[in-house]
């Protein structure tokens, strides 16, 4: 008798707590990537997969971070789902922090647009890819109909309402730089603030270093909420707090989507004068106060 298909949610090592959370919501089995695939890492520090479950016929939800160590974490993803791609299964990849997305375009002569390599990659391999919050439109065309990306946004919004907003009367929202005003205005009118406004930011394509210009606003008695939708290294949110600072900003909090810190750059943060930074559980790290695994699970639905 053929076995009935029914989904299965798989987790590479460092996804299991999205993992979980999604399988409940969705109400189907959980499996870690330990017991899908067994990988053997040799000394010269190679690694091989060989599967202990196939999955075959069924729907697998294939949760995967990306972060830390891109490059190892992209090849795990790539080799498990061909393998289960080739043993029958059908893929679903949910990518919460989509790696290498702000390699979106060629800035320099030479420059590879590692996004579409990327894509190429997945092609014929998974039926869809669920992401959160991808970088830029560019990075999202290169997925063409393919790619979910879902917006942690309102989530954000809902923590800043129920946390901050319930402590501070006069709230200013804050963009790092001028490409983000859109998103800093949707914030503001989903949480009420008084108003939103952005930075003026500029970077050095050869050196990566930004520079980022002065403000007419006094902010003297408000709370600034700097919103973006990653952390890396955090030279741009420093910047911006280090402006909000001298223009007398009572308390800074800031938000994002994905959570690097790189270098240190919450330590920067704090020093710059934030009082609270914010994140998502797309990556793990310390500040992730907001769950987005129900979100995920939507998407799958």
């Known amino acids: 008798m053929e076995k009935q ?4 949610v798989v987790a590479l090592e460092g996804s299991e707590d999205l993992a979980i959370s999604i399988a409940k919501s969705l109400r189907v089995p959980f499996d870690i990537d330990k017991d899908t695939a067994k990988i053997t890492v040799f000394k010269d520090n190679e690694s091989k997969l060989t599967l202990q479950s196939t999955h ?14 891109p490059p190892e974490k992209v090849l795990e993803f790539l080799v498990l789902s061909r393998a289960l791609k080739d043993n029958g299964a059908s893929i679903h990849a949910v990518l919460p922090y989509l790696a290498y997305a702000r390699q979106d ?11 579409r390599e990327l894509s ?3 092609k014929g391999i998974v039926e869809e890819v669920i992401t959160v919050n991808i970088h830029s439109e560019e990075a999202k065309e290169q997925f063409a109909a393919s790619l979910k990306d879902v917006s942690a946004m309102p989530l954000l919004a809902h923590y800043a309402k129920e946390i901050i907003k319930a402590k501070s009367k006069s709230i200013v929202v ?15 009118s989903e949480i009420g603030a008084e108003k939103a406004i952005a930075l003026d930011k500029e970077r050095d394509r ?14 003297a008695g408000k709370t600034a909420i700097i919103i973006d939708d990653m952390i ?11 402006v909000l600072r ?13 959570g690097l810190f790189l270098d240190e750059a919450d330590k920067k943060i704090k020093e710059a004068g934030a009082n609270e930074i914010i994140t998502t559980n797309t990556i793990n790290n310390k500040y992730a106060k907001v769950d987005i695994s129900e979100v995920l699970a939507d998407a799958l639905r």
């Open 5 to 8: 298909a029914y989904g299965a």
């Open 56 to 69: 075959a016929g069924q729907s697998v939800m294939l949760v995967a971070r990306l972060f830390p160590n």
């Open 105 to 115: 375009r060629a800035f320099l002569p030479g420059e590879l647009v590692t996004i």
């Open 120 to 122: 190429e990659l997945m």
């Open 174 to 188: 804050v963009s790092p730089d001028e490409g983000g005003i859109e998103r800093a205005r949707a914030f503001a």
């Open 206 to 219: 050869i050196t990566g270093e930004i520079t980022t210009k002065d403000i007419a606003d006094n902010l």
């Open 232 to 242: 890396a290294t955090g030279g741009t949110v420093v910047n911006a707090a280090n």
């Open 246 to 258: 001298r223009h007398n900003a009572k308390e800074i909090y800031v938000m994002a989507v994905h």
